[in-house]
T-cell receptor
């Protein structure tokens, strides 16, 4: 079945560490997105990529970095510069041809310990 | 950036009652989309409204966009426990098909 796979499901980070969240899709979608969700809140855009080797900052990019070396993969690194990283991170994708809505992965819950 | 507000933030209903959530913006909303997120889950796409004054139905769910495309609503008739979750509206902002999400309405259905 086609879909988006995010791993790990749960991640614990120590203060000062960088961590990388994985996002892989086999939908052949061109565009991919990373959102952050805090408890009881909406989703806020961190980074997005419309094609391979190209990506743009979203509304809250500070403290995060991404890469898009393959169409299928869009990993997100949460750096030590992100002061409040505890959140639920969601990866999404859409076809670049017709927008029928985002397909989301099941998310990664990141906690700073 | 564009802000999309939703009301109410929370809603508790008895099973069988109706439920409505409203989505509002000070600017025109392009390609209004609705998503449902079950507790502990991820958002799932429900529907997209493109035209002003558009009405679409999915079984007990009715989606509507305003004439000026600055607001939208989702109405659920005769709620069931399976309707529990948070409902988000979203709209495309700028290039790259970026979605700005509303603040969400959390629905709880009691037997």
């Amino acid at each position: 079945d086609g879909g988006i796979t995010q791993s790990p499901k749960y991640l614990f980070r120590k203060e000062g560490q960088n961590v990388t969240l994985s996002c892989e899709q086999n939908l052949n979608h061109d565009a991919m997105y990373w959102y952050r969700q805090d408890p009881g809140q909406g989703l806020r855009l961190i980074y997005y990529s419309q094609i391979v080797n190209d990506f743009q900052k979203g509304d809250i990019a500070e403290g995060y970095s991404v890469s898009r070396e393959k169409k299928e993969s869009f990993p997100l690194t949460v750096t030590s510069a992100q002061k409040n990283p505890t959140a639920f991170y969601l990866c999404a994708s859409i076809s670049g041809i017709e927008n029928y809505g985002y397909t989301f992965g099941s998310g990664t819950r990141l906690t700073v310990v | 950036g564009q802000q999309v507000m939703q009301i109410p933030q929370y809603q508790h209903v008895q099973e069988g009652e109706d439920f409505t959530t409203y989505c509002n913006s000070s600017t025109t909303l392009s390609n209004i989309q609705w998503y449902k997120q079950r507790p502990g889950g991820h958002p799932v796409f429900l529907i997209q409204l493109v035209k002003s004054g558009e009405v679409k139905k999915q079984k007990r769910l009715t989606f509507q966009s305003g004439e000026a495309k600055k607001n939208s609503s989702l109405h659920i008739t005769a709620t069931q426990t399976t309707d529990v979750g948070t409902y988000f509206c979203a709209a495309i902002t700028g290039g790259g098909n970026k979605l700005t999400f509303g603040t969400g309405t959390q629905l709880k259905v009691e037997l």
